[in-house]
């Protein structure tokens, strides 16, 4: 059978002799040669297994990087057309997602349940994440301006609008529930976004992909980065062309990292201070505080005479 390093070796073999000619020095041939077999013997390393509440492994996800990052950012970056759509548009799809969750709410809490081993639990977080979706796909095109009067003859009209690319690290518990409560909000009002699921249980968002894909949501909307939380969540900080970031990981020292590292480009961020939420809370774990965060303010001026 042949193998990765098989084929290098193939390739390697058919070069010419003045191959080396066209390579970036200072390495050579042979070290760059070396430095590929040794990224694909390690592959393995790079995908982190998923274990069960037994310990026994149910699947593995990819370790993110710097670079996933990166492209993931250029993909959010390049589906601003979401926030241009209409707000009854968006919230069409998002009744579909819903819809499309339900379908396969059974399957989703079984991969809970497993993970969890709390089965009665299991059912709990799924019908709320169903529910918290059917009330962001409700609110997205209800989520209205204000009128101003001020001292002047004029009229202030107060629209909200997306902020932009949002990164968003997810709560390590509940894993399903915790991505939904943070991606909704965010795309509802119109933002795409650079999601980073549960460490310990990053199944749940990687299924919940599946679902976004059958919903009409357009490519590059929602844009699942999976991995250290403590690795990636610096990283999305620091990138300049990310406009907001919202913290709700485990890390121990992850909120004052996040807000330190947003202050070089004036990244608007949202942190927990420590205090951890009940999402299954429909005060704290959804309502008006997630889109006044999903979004800015543009305030138009309208004069008017006697």
Known sequence: MLTALDAVDDRVAGLDAGADDYLVKPFSFSELLARVRSIIRRGPAERPPVLDVDGRQVGEVGRGNRKD????????????????????????????LAENLAARGEEFGRRIAALSGDAPGAEREVALAIERIYTYAALADKYDGLVHHTPYRNVTLAMPEPVGVLGLVCPESPSLLGFVSLV??????????????????????????????????????????????????????????????????????????????????????????GHPRDWSDPVRGEGEEFLEQATQVKNIWVPYGE
């Open 69 to 96: 990052v990166r492209n993931a950012v250029e993909a959010a970056r390049k589906a601003s057309g979401w926030a241009r759509a209409t707000a009854h548009a968006r919230a069409q799809v998002l009744y579909y």
């Open 184 to 273: 909704l909000p965010a795309i509802a009002m119109g933002n795409t976004v650079v999601a980073v699921p549960s460490t310990s249980a990053p199944l749940l968002a990687t299924d919940f992909y599946q679902v976004l894909d059958t919903s009409d949501v357009p490519a590059g909307v929602v844009n699942i980065v999976t991995g250290a939380q403590s690795e990636l969540a610096p990283v999305l900080a620091a990138h300049d062309d990310v406009d907001g970031i919202w913290y709700f990981g485990s890390a121990e020292g992850g909120d004052a990292e996040v807000e330190r590292l947003s202050a070089g480009n004036m990244k608007r961020t949202w942190v927990e201070h």
